[in-house]
C-alpha cells in the first residue's frame, strides 16, 4: 500500500506515541493519577503521548491547526487544515489493565476528514484510510461486514458513566436494539469501535455524547471501507450533535430505525 507524505507522517506519530503507551502500560501501577472529573482519568502516560504526537505534526506542518483531547484547540495559520487528536482512546481501559485503546489522529481539510490513522499498539493493528484511497489494517483493504439481517449481527456502542451523559436514553435505546441483535458490545475505545465497524468485527456501533477526537479518524475509515456513517438524525453533524451511527448500507438504515423507535 502505497502512502502520501502526509499518512506517513501520521503514521509515525502514532506508533511512536503508541510504542510509548505500550511501555507505561507495562508498569501501570507506578503510573501517577489525577482526576479530570467523575470516572474521568488522565494520566502521565496520555500527556506524554500527546506531546509526542504534537511535537511529530508540528514539526512537518507548523502552519496546521491542532484539536487535542487534552490541550485543547491551537489555530493554525495555514487556515484549511487543522489535526483532531486523541493520545489515548480508552483511558480507563489502559488504567485498569484492558488493553483495549489506542491513538487516534485525523486530518481536516476545510472541513472534511481526509485522512486517518488509528493504532492500537497491544495489539499491533494499524488502521489507516485516506478520502477516496480505502481504508487498511497493517496493510490489508478493509470492508465493512456485508450481513443484513440484524439477528445475525453484533453492535458496538458506548454506555455513559458516573456523572457524564444521559443514563435513561442509553438504557432506552439498549433495550431497544438488545432484543433485535445477536449481541451488543461495549468495548470502552470509540475510536477502536469504528475500526472495527470499518475491519467487519462490529456490524454496526451507535454511541452518544462523543467529541470529535474520539470519532474523526473512525469516520474516515468506515466510509472508506464502504460503510455508511451519520449522527443520530440522519445527518452529516456528527461533531455538532456529538453523536454518531455506523455501519453497512443496512445496519446503518436499521440502526436508525432502531433508536428512532427508542425516542418515541
Not at 136 to 163: E, H, S
Not at 230 to 253: Q, Y
Request: hydrophobic letters at 45%; a negative charge; glycine letters at 10%.
Amino acid at each position: 500500500m502505497a502512502r502520501t507524505a502526509l499518512l506517513n507522517v501520521m503514521v509515525q506519530a502514532a506508533t511512536k506515541a503508541g510504542r510509548s503507551l505500550a511501555r507505561d502500560f507495562g508498569e501501570i501501577e507506578n503510573l501517577q493519577v489525577s482526576r479530570k472529573g467523575p470516572g474521568d482519568f488522565v494520566s502521565q502516560a496520555d500527556h506524554k503521548a500527546e506531546k509526542i504526537v504534537r511535537e511529530d505534526l508540528q514539526k512537518a506542518r507548523p502552519t496546521y491547526g491542532l484539536l487535542m483531547e487534552e490541550s485543547g484547540e491551537i489555530e493554525g495559520t495555514d487556515g484549511q487544515h487543522r489535526w483532531i487528536i486523541d493520545p489515548l482512546d480508552g483511558t480507563t481501559n489502559f488504567l485498569h489493565g484492558i488493553p483495549i485503546f489506542g491513538v487516534s489522529i485525523a486530518l481536516e481539510r476545510a472541513g472534511q476528514i481526509v485522512a486517518a490513522v488509528i493504532y492500537n499498539p497491544i495489539m499491533d493493528e494499524l488502521y489507516t484510510a485516506e478520502k477516496g484511497a480505502g481504508a487498511f489494517c497493517n496493510d490489508r483493504r478493509l470492508r465493512v461486514a456485508a450481513r443484513k439481517d440484524m439477528t445475525d449481527c453484533l453492535i458496538g456502542t458506548g454506555i455513559p458513566f458516573i456523572g457524564v451523559g444521559d443514563h435513561g436514553r442509553a438504557l432506552k435505546e439498549i433495550r431497544h436494539v438488545m432484543g433485535e441483535v445477536a449481541g451488543i458490545r461495549r468495548a470502552g475505545a470509540a475510536a477502536l469501535d469504528l475500526a472495527w465497524v470499518a475491519s467487519g468485527r462490529l456490524d454496526a456501533f451507535w454511541e452518544n455524547g462523543l467529541h470529535p477526537w474520539d470519532m474523526a479518524a473512525g469516520v474516515l475509515l468506515v466510509r472508506e471501507a464502504g460503510g455508511f456513517v451519520s449522527d443520530a438524525n440522519g445527518k452529516d453533524d456528527m461533531f455538532e450533535t456529538r453523536s454518531i451511527i455506523a455501519g453497512n448500507e443496512f445496519t446503518h438504515l436499521q440502526m436508525r430505525e432502531l433508536l428512532a423507535k427508542a425516542k418515541a
